[in-house]
Each structure stands twice: as structure tokens, then as C-alpha cells.
């Protein structure tokens, strides 16, 4: 039920102090004029015999003497009557206060605030009356309070702000009510969003604005400003993104950067604001000589030495520091030298650029660690928590360590803030390290549709947890159909198998084609597990076991060889397998570059029909240019099945295009039985792509930028060619295009257009493609 308000709570509340403060006047001058013959010490000090409270009904009047601060007999000046009269009003508790003399009594008459009865919204639309009321400090069936309602006002209009509405107003009023009870009313004007019309730098030399831009959390406002979140002003995200902007630049070198300024500026018409950025860039340092000295007796220095990592001449990073730390700090721990610390000293030389660094093994103090105290995880358990440690109660306390730890339970994501901090223990010797967390939703149910040229329109749902039942697993349910496919999987991952760093998997999966591409239905359905684990500081190893079912059926063509494979049926693939992969992405060494290996086998006969080695490989190079503005990136792909004990692949075992040589359908490349026009695919494929982005010139907070890229590759061989009538050689196609890329809401998408420049007569063209765009 909504009301109308007749007078502001602050309006009353003026009023009232205005009116007690006449009523005070009008005491003082009747006492000294009335010459009350009350014992007086001085002109100015009167003895009252007795005091009377009046009007009070829910605060007893010792309370009120108290607050007064005056006892009987007691002798007052008019200052002291003056601060009784302040200390009853400061309490709150009183619409008005009147203090009068009457005789040798001196009366204290009171009006107490009024009962809360309801306490309504007016005017919110964004946010609900349930939010705002679990906001707010007042409450119903208790006593009004106009300060209190001034400071909830306050905070409802803080929170519009901290939504872009830095406009919003929010007006406390009251309805007065019989049996001194009011309905108190905030009425609220909502404003629209306050957005960022402009994001700008001032003093940047080696990146432009629009690199810069990119590197911050808070966006300008653009196209789909209704449903970007981030391009709102909020004072609290700046300061993350200076930190940002230091990182960035610290990473490249810049050691003398420094945001000196971080100004907004609301527009007259308070529906834009300018956000701009000072920045004092400095130069571009490089590594220059490189040592390693020890100061702890015993230990050799040579030793910590052939672990370091960096190279003279490239350019300088703090993270490539701390890595080199870890790794020699992680060395004297497998030596069994506790509280021996590496000191990075630098030394600068401005002459050259030049940054030498020292890395001096120090003896550090014994402290150890005392307990480690958990507070904020209502959900995830304290073992998530504390697995990401590498010290334990009891152990050496390493500061560089604690500091990794926080990162690494930041990185975990079911946290939206993490706070990692030391401090003194029960001795001189011990801290107690306090890890405090703000959880975050880690759950998600979608539900949507998809539209592939080739698949058509599908409908997708799934069911995703990143902390399932707060142990920090992942399990996922996803159901997907096309127009002439259906897929459906369960998943479920335990980071922390046996409490080490290994990723025990463990999945389930069915899917289902219906003429897909071809004049066939095939059906997989099946499970796999696997356990994967580091073996390098950026590497790791992934081993699995898998058991499948592979069904050809209703191939309605006239092509021999899919017959022969359709006739087959069901057949059992038992496949034992791992992977290997080395990413130079990990740990954000090279931010301005990357290289990516990854290498895999499979083979299939422990068990089962099939009988095959399936391997495959993938290289993939990427390095930023022209102050970071253009990447380019260069991509190989190849695989083979190679056929064991007389076994014979099918479809289902060998490799297509599918996508890997844009300019061609999925089955568009390969063997293909020229009359039927059925595509067989091939047990080898190899694909070499040369990609290159760079923006267009649109403003960045749009996500579209611009590609270019050049494919060469080829499918090709089979078990069966049907005597040599299919043509399985391999025949090189090539393909030339340009891209759009649009990070739009749903996913990264990529408009291809292509142009086929090499090709077989047989192959299957596609000029155009939209795909989600791929991700390493």
C-alpha cells in the first residue's frame, strides 16, 4: 500500500529543534527575570527541590534524569541547564523537550517519537522493496527515529549509485497515524543510468587509448549498453583499475609508471560521465646482468643459479621475478633449508635501460606458522580453502608464499573477494594468517538456442557447478539439439584427488546424428575418466581410459565402402590414452606472447573391436605487434589412425575438415566417392593456419575488431578405397578471407568470408561461416 506524505522527516525534525530551542530562550529569560528565590550561589545558578518528567510513556523517567544529568538539590547554572536540555535531545528518543521552572520544581516535560507502524517504498523499479528493506536500518513496531531515517535514505541512494544511478534521490516522509504511530515513506526517483560516455588517458606515449581501454574492468558505454553492466560509474572499480593499469604496464617493462590522477566529470544533465586517466609512462627497462650470490653459510650458490630462468636483453617483469624466486625458494625446501629467502636486489642503469638483478639467499627469520583462520565461507568447505596453501600449521612462514596462496584462492572463482593477511601469534616466533572471503554464486542453469549454417537452429540446456556441495568439484549436465543431431553429457571433476594437485574426471556422454552431412545415422554412447597433473611449471600430463559404443546405421546410399561399415553396426572402442601439453600462458610470464604444444594418443584395442593409434598434435604461436594493437598467430594440426591387427576404420574413427580449412563444409575436403558424392573422410589430416587481428576502428567497448587469414591443408588416406576407385591422395587445398569478430553477450563470435584457392573438383565450398570463435 502506497501513501502520501505530507512533510519530509528533516522538515519536522528543524521545526521541532527550532521550536526547543525558542522554548529554551523563553525558560532562561524567565528564570532571571522572575527572580525565583531558589537558594541561588549566583544570579545565575538556581537549587531546584524536586524535579518532575511529564509526558513520558515508554521511557521511564530515571532514564530521562539520567540523560539530563541532574540530580535533586543539585545547583545549576544556565550553561549546565542548557547541556540537560542538549543531553535529553541527543538521545534520539524525543520529538520535542521543554524544561520549566515552577516554583522551587523544576518540570521536564518530553514528547516521545511516534511507533514505526509500516514502512513503505514509492517510486523503485530496479530494485525491490524486499532488497531495500533488508538495507535499511529502520524497522517496524519500533520507535521513529529522523536520523535514522535520513541515514537509510543515505544508503538506498548509495546503492542506486553503485548502479549507475547517480541521480537517484530518496526522501524520508511520515504519515502520522493515530495512537502516536506513523508509516514512514521513502520516497525514491530512480533517475536513469548514469553511463560512461568517454574513457580517456592522458600522458600515454607507448599504448593508445584503445589498447588502454582494453585493459580496464570499468567500459565505456556502446551499442549494447543495456546489457553491459561495467560501462557504469562505480568510484570503488577505479581503484582496481589503476591497479590494473599498473600491472599492465609493470609487465612491460615500465617500472617508473605511475597513475597520478583518476578524475570523473558528471555532465550538466547528470546522464554521462567523463572518466579520464593521468598517467606517467616512463620508460621500457630490460633485463641486464644476472647473479647469484649466497650469504648463508654452506650453501652454494651455484646450485640455486642453473634454476633461473632469465635471459639478458628481455624485457623486464615483476612476475618473471617472483617466478625465479619461487623456483629457488622451492629448491632450498627440497634441500631442507628452512627459512633461507632469496633477495631480488636491483640495480638500475638508466644509461642502457638496463635493470641487473641479484638474486642474494639470505638467512631469514625463524617464525613458523602458528594456525591458519578461515572466515567468510559459508558454503565451500575450510579443505578447499586450505589445499591451496603449500605451507601448513607449524611450517616456516614464508611471506612470498602467503601472498601466492591468495592469488591461487582468488583464482579459484567461487570467491568475490579473497584476503590473505598475517599476523602476530601467542609468541614472538608465530603468526596466525587470517583468510577472509566473500562467496559468490558458482552455479549456473541456462537455458537457450543456437543456429549453425550447416546444423541449423538447436536447443541447449545445462546445468553447471564450479563448487559442488562447497568441496570445490565441478559437475555439469548438458543436453543440446540440432536439426539433425542431439547430445547430451554428464561430467563431474575433483580438482584435488588424494589432496594433491591431480584432476580426477569422470564423464558419461550419448549422442545421436540423423543424416548429418551424409545419408547415415550414427549413435555414441559411452564413458570416460581421467586423472591429469602438472610435470613442469607449464606443463602438464593428462592420462584416460575410455569405452564406447560406435554405431553406423541406415545408410541409405549406394557407396560400398559406407555399406561394408554401416553393415557392421555396433562395434565396442576401448581406448587407453594422454595428453600432453605445455602453455606458456601460465602465469602470465610473456603477456605480449605465447606458445601452445599440445600432444595426444590414443589406442584402441585393450579390449573391444576396434583396433587403432589415433594421434594427434597441435602447435599454435602468438605474438602482439604494433604496440600491441595487432595479433598474429600461426596454427598446425595434424592427426593420424593408424590401423592395427587386421582392423579396418570407419567413419566414425577417421578425421574431416570440419571447419579446420575455412572456405569448405564440415565434410566438405577429402576422399569422396564422386558419384554418390558420399564424403569418407581420412585417417590423416594436417591444416596450417595463418591468422592476423586488428581493429577496425570501431570504439572498443563494441568488441568487433577485424581478421585476416590464410588455411592450407589436407584429409586424406583410407584402409579400403574399393580397389583404388576413391581418390584418397593427398591433395593440398588452400583458402584466403577476412573475418569479423564480435564479442557479443552470447560468446566470441567470427563472421568468415572465404575464398577457396586451391581445391579438388569433388570438394564442397562455403564463402561464408559464422562460428563461435575458438579459444586455445
Given at each position: 500500500?502506497?501513501?502520501t506524505?505530507?512533510?519530509?522527516?528533516?522538515?519536522?525534525?528543524?521545526?521541532?529543534?527550532?521550536?526547543?530551542?525558542?522554548?529554551?530562550?523563553?525558560?532562561?529569560?524567565?528564570?532571571?527575570?522572575?527572580?525565583?528565590?531558589?537558594?541561588?550561589?549566583?544570579?545565575?545558578?538556581?537549587?531546584?527541590?524536586?524535579?518532575?518528567?511529564?509526558?513520558?510513556?515508554?521511557?521511564?523517567?530515571?532514564?530521562?534524569?539520567?540523560?539530563?544529568?541532574?540530580?535533586?538539590?543539585?545547583?545549576?547554572?544556565?550553561s549546565?541547564?542548557?547541556?540537560?536540555?542538549?543531553?535529553?535531545?541527543?538521545?534520539?528518543?524525543?520529538?520535542?523537550?521543554?524544561?520549566?521552572?515552577?516554583?522551587?520544581?523544576?518540570?521536564?516535560?518530553?514528547?516521545?517519537?511516534?511507533?514505526?507502524?509500516?514502512?513503505?517504498?514509492?517510486?523503485?523499479?530496479?530494485?525491490?522493496?524486499?532488497?531495500?528493506?533488508?538495507?535499511?536500518?529502520?524497522?517496524?513496531?519500533?520507535?521513529?527515529?529522523?536520523?535514522?531515517?535520513?541515514g537509510?535514505?543515505?544508503?538506498?541512494?548509495?546503492?542506486?549509485?553503485?548502479?549507475?544511478?547517480?541521480?537517484?534521490?530518496?526522501?524520508?516522509?511520515?504519515?502520522?497515524?493515530?495512537?502516536?504511530?506513523?508509516?514512514?515513506?521513502?520516497?525514491?526517483?530512480?533517475?536513469?543510468?548514469?553511463?560512461?560516455?568517454?574513457?580517456?588517458f592522458?600522458?600515454?606515449?607507448?599504448?593508445?587509448?584503445?589498447?588502454?581501454?582494453?585493459?580496464?574492468?570499468?567500459?565505456?558505454?556502446?551499442?549494447?549498453?543495456?546489457?553491459?553492466?561495467?560501462?557504469?560509474?562505480?568510484?570503488?572499480?577505479?581503484?582496481?583499475?589503476?591497479?590494473?593499469?599498473?600491472?599492465?604496464?609493470?609487465?612491460?617493462?615500465?617500472?617508473?609508471?605511475?597513475?597520478?590522477?583518476?578524475?570523473?566529470?558528471?555532465?550538466?544533465?547528470?546522464?554521462?560521465?567523463?572518466?579520464?586517466?593521468?598517467?606517467?609512462?616512463?620508460?621500457?627497462?630490460r633485463?641486464?646482468?644476472?647473479?647469484?650470490?649466497?650469504?648463508?653459510?654452506?650453501?652454494?650458490?651455484?646450485?640455486?643459479?642453473?634454476?633461473?630462468?632469465?635471459?639478458?636483453?628481455?624485457t623486464?617483469?615483476?612476475?618473471?621475478?617472483?617466478?625465479?624466486?619461487?623456483?629457488?625458494e622451492?629448491?632450498?625446501?627440497r634441500?631442507?633449508?628452512?627459512?633461507?629467502?632469496?633477495?631480488?636486489?636491483?640495480?638500475?642503469?638508466?644509461?642502457?635501460?638496463?635493470?641487473?638483478?641479484?638474486?642474494?639467499?639470505?638467512?631469514?627469520?625463524?617464525?613458523?606458522?602458528?594456525?591458519?583462520?578461515?572466515?567468510?565461507?559459508?558454503?565451500?568447505?575450510?579443505?578447499?580453502?586450505?589445499?591451496?596453501?603449500?605451507?601448513?600449521?607449524?611450517?616456516?612462514?614464508?611471506?612470498r608464499?602467503?601472498?601466492?596462496?591468495?592469488?591461487?584462492?582468488?583464482?579459484?572463482?567461487?570467491?568475490?573477494?579473497?584476503?590473505?593477511?598475517?599476523?602476530?601469534?601467542?609468541?614472538?616466533?608465530?603468526?596466525?594468517?587470517?583468510?577472509?572471503?566473500?562467496?559468490?554464486?558458482?552455479?549456473?542453469?541456462?537455458?537457450?538456442?543456437?543456429?549453425?549454417?550447416?546444423?541449423?537452429?538447436?536447443?541447449?540446456?545445462?546445468?553447471?557447478?564450479?563448487?559442488?556441495?562447497?568441496?570445490?568439484?565441478?559437475?555439469?549436465?548438458?543436453?543440446?539439439?540440432?536439426?539433425?543431431?542431439?547430445?547430451?553429457?554428464?561430467?563431474?571433476?575433483?580438482?584435488?584427488?588424494?589432496?594433491?594437485?591431480?584432476?580426477?574426471?569422470?564423464?558419461?556422454?550419448?549422442?545421436?546424428?540423423?543424416q548429418?552431412?551424409?545419408?547415415?545415422?550414427?549413435?555414441?554412447?559411452?564413458?570416460?575418466?581421467?586423472?591429469?597433473?602438472?610435470?613442469?611449471?607449464?606443463?602438464?600430463?593428462?592420462?584416460?581410459?575410455?569405452?564406447?559404443?560406435?554405431?553406423?546405421?541406415?545408410?541409405?546410399?549406394?557407396?560400398?565402402?559406407?555399406?561394408?561399415?554401416?553393415?557392421?553396426?555396433?562395434?565396442?572402442?576401448?581406448?587407453?590414452?594422454?595428453t600432453?601439453?605445455?602453455?606458456?600462458?601460465?602465469?602470465?610470464?610473456?603477456?605480449?606472447?605465447?606458445?601452445?604444444?599440445?600432444?595426444?594418443q590414443?589406442?584402441?584395442?585393450?579390449?573391444?573391436?576396434?583396433?587403432?593409434?589415433?594421434?594427434?598434435?597441435?602447435?599454435?604461436?602468438?605474438?602482439?605487434?604494433?604496440?600491441?594493437?595487432?595479433?598474429?598467430r600461426?596454427?598446425?594440426?595434424?592427426?593420424?589412425?593408424?590401423?592395427?591387427?587386421?582392423?579396418?576404420?570407419?567413419?566414425?574413427d577417421?578425421?574431416?575438415?570440419?571447419?579446420?580449412?575455412?572456405?569448405?563444409?564440415?565434410?566438405?575436403?577429402?576422399?569422396?566417392?564422386?558419384?554418390?558424392?558420399?564424403?569418407?573422410?581420412?585417417?590423416?589430416?594436417?591444416?596450417?593456419?595463418?591468422?592476423?587481428?586488428?581493429?577496425?576502428?570501431?570504439?572498443?567497448?563494441?568488441?568487433?575488431?577485424?581478421?585476416?587469414?590464410?588455411?592450407?591443408?589436407?584429409?586424406?588416406?583410407?584402409?579400403?578405397?574399393?580397389?583404388?576407385?576413391?581418390?584418397?591422395?593427398?591433395?593440398?587445398?588452400?583458402?584466403?578471407?577476412v573475418?569479423?569478430?564480435?564479442?557479443?553477450?552470447?560468446?566470441?563470435?567470427?563472421?568468415?568470408?572465404?575464398?577457396?584457392?586451391?581445391?579438388?573438383?569433388?570438394?564442397?565450398?562455403?564463402?561464408f561461416?559464422?562460428t563461435?570463435?575458438?579459444?586455445?
Amino acid at each position: 500500500m502506497h501513501h502520501t506524505a505530507s512533510a519530509s522527516a528533516k522538515d519536522k525534525s528543524d521545526r521541532a529543534h527550532f521550536k526547543r530551542r525558542i522554548l529554551t530562550a523563553l525558560f532562561l529569560s524567565t528564570a532571571t527575570v522572575s527572580g525565583v528565590i531558589l537558594t541561588p550561589a549566583t544570579a545565575q545558578e538556581y537549587s531546584f527541590n524536586q524535579v518532575a518528567v511529564e509526558g513520558n510513556v515508554l521511557v521511564d523517567a530515571p532514564t530521562i534524569l539520567g540523560l539530563a544529568g541532574i540530580k535533586r538539590g543539585q545547583v545549576l547554572s544556565v550553561s549546565q541547564l542548557n547541556d540537560a536540555y542538549q543531553g535529553i535531545v541527543r538521545s534520539g528518543l524525543f520529538e520535542e523537550v521543554e524544561i520549566t521552572p515552577q516554583g522551587n520544581r523544576l518540570v521536564i516535560r518530553v514528547k516521545e517519537y511516534p511507533v514505526v507502524n509500516i514502512i513503505n517504498f514509492e517510486g523503485n523499479k530496479r530494485l525491490k522493496d524486499e532488497e531495500l528493506a533488508k538495507i535499511i536500518a529502520s524497522k517496524q513496531r519500533r520507535v521513529y527515529s529522523p536520523s535514522t531515517a535520513e541515514g537509510d535514505a543515505a544508503l538506498i541512494a548509495e546503492v542506486y549509485r553503485s548502479r549507475g544511478r547517480i541521480a537517484a534521490t530518496v526522501t524520508p516522509k511520515i504519515i502520522r497515524r493515530s495512537d502516536s504511530r506513523v508509516d514512514l515513506v521513502f520516497e525514491i526517483t530512480e533517475g536513469r543510468v548514469t553511463e560512461i560516455e568517454r574513457l580517456s588517458f592522458i600522458g600515454n606515449r607507448a599504448f593508445s587509448d584503445r589498447r588502454l581501454r582494453q585493459v580496464l574492468e570499468t567500459k565505456q558505454a556502446g551499442l549494447l549498453r543495456n546489457l553491459i553492466q561495467r560501462d557504469t560509474l562505480v568510484p570503488e572499480r577505479l581503484e582496481l583499475d589503476k591497479q590494473l593499469l599498473r600491472d599492465f604496464y609493470l609487465a612491460r617493462g615500465y617500472v617508473d609508471f605511475q597513475v597520478t590522477d583518476a578524475s570523473s566529470e558528471i555532465s550538466r544533465e547528470r546522464d554521462a560521465v567523463f572518466v579520464s586517466f593521468s598517467i606517467s609512462e616512463g620508460r621500457s627497462f630490460r633485463f641486464g646482468k644476472i647473479t647469484t650470490v649466497s650469504e648463508v653459510t654452506d650453501v652454494d650458490a651455484s646450485d640455486f643459479e642453473e634454476v633461473q630462468r632469465i635471459r639478458a636483453g628481455v624485457t623486464y617483469s615483476p612476475a618473471v621475478v617472483e617466478n625465479n624466486i619461487a623456483r629457488m625458494e622451492n629448491l632450498a625446501l627440497r634441500k631442507g633449508l628452512n627459512f633461507v629467502r632469496v633477495d631480488p636486489r636491483v640495480t638500475r642503469n638508466d644509461r642502457d635501460g638496463t635493470l641487473d638483478i641479484e638474486f642474494a639467499l639470505v638467512r631469514g627469520p625463524r617464525i613458523f606458522v602458528e594456525r591458519i583462520d578461515i572466515e567468510g565461507n559459508t558454503t565451500t568447505l575450510d579443505s578447499v580453502v586450505r589445499r591451496e596453501f603449500r605451507s601448513a600449521e607449524g611450517d616456516p612462514f614464508n611471506p612470498r608464499e602467503i601472498r601466492q596462496s591468495a592469488e591461487r584462492i582468488r583464482a579459484l572463482g567461487f570467491f568475490s573477494d579473497a584476503q590473505v593477511e598475517a599476523r602476530a601469534g601467542s609468541a614472538s616466533d608465530q603468526v596466525i594468517v587470517d583468510v577472509n572471503v566473500d562467496e559468490q554464486p558458482t552455479g549456473s542453469l541456462s537455458f537457450g538456442a543456437s543456429y549453425g549454417l550447416e546444423a541449423g537452429i538447436g536447443l541447449n540446456v545445462g546445468f553447471s557447478e564450479s563448487n559442488f556441495l562447497g568441496r570445490g568439484q565441478a559437475f555439469a549436465v548438458n543436453i543440446s539439439s540440432g536439426a539433425d543431431n542431439t547430445n547430451s553429457s554428464i561430467s563431474f571433476t575433483e580438482p584435488a584427488f588424494l589432496g594433491r594437485d591431480l584432476a580426477l574426471s569422470f564423464g558419461v556422454f550419448y549422442n545421436l546424428t540423423s543424416q548429418q552431412n551424409a545419408l547415415y545415422d550414427t549413435g555414441v554412447a559411452g564413458f570416460n575418466t581421467s586423472l591429469a597433473f602438472p610435470v613442469g611449471e607449464q606443463s602438464r600430463l593428462e592420462v584416460r581410459y575410455g569405452l564406447a559404443e560406435n554405431t553406423i546405421k541406415n545408410y541409405a546410399g549406394a557407396n560400398v565402402i559406407l555399406q561394408n561399415e554401416s553393415a557392421r553396426k555396433g562395434e565396442l572402442v576401448s581406448t587407453i590414452g594422454y595428453t600432453y601439453s605445455y602453455d606458456t600462458r601460465i602465469g602470465g610470464l610473456s603477456p605480449d606472447r605465447a606458445v601452445l604444444l599440445r600432444f595426444s594418443q590414443d589406442f584402441a584395442g585393450l579390449g573391444g573391436d576396434a583396433k587403432y593409434l589415433s594421434t594427434n598434435v597441435l602447435a599454435l604461436a602468438e605474438r602482439k605487434v604494433l604496440n600491441e594493437e595487432v595479433t598474429l598467430r600461426a596454427i598446425f594440426e595434424g592427426g593420424a589412425v593408424v590401423s592395427t591387427g587386421g582392423y579396418v576404420t570407419r567413419v566414425t574413427d577417421r578425421f574431416f575438415g570440419n571447419g579446420k580449412i575455412r572456405g569448405f563444409e564440415s565434410n566438405g575436403i577429402g576422399p569422396r566417392d564422386t558419384v554418390t558424392g558420399d564424403a569418407l573422410g581420412g585417417n590423416y589430416y594436417a591444416t596450417a593456419r595463418l591468422e592476423a587481428d586488428f581493429p577496425l576502428g570501431f570504439p572498443e567497448e563494441y568488441g568487433i575488431t577485424g581478421g585476416m587469414f590464410v588455411d592450407v591443408g589436407s584429409v586424406w588416406g583410407l584402409d579400403d578405397n574399393n580397389g583404388g576407385a576413391i581418390d584418397d591422395s593427398a591433395h593440398p587445398r588452400a583458402s584466403v578471407g577476412v573475418s569479423v569478430l564480435w564479442d557479443a553477450p552470447i560468446g566470441p563470435l567470427r563472421f568468415n568470408f572465404s575464398k577457396a584457392l586451391k581445391k579438388e573438383s569433388y570438394d564442397k565450398e562455403q564463402a561464408f561461416d559464422l562460428t563461435i570463435s575458438t579459444k586455445f
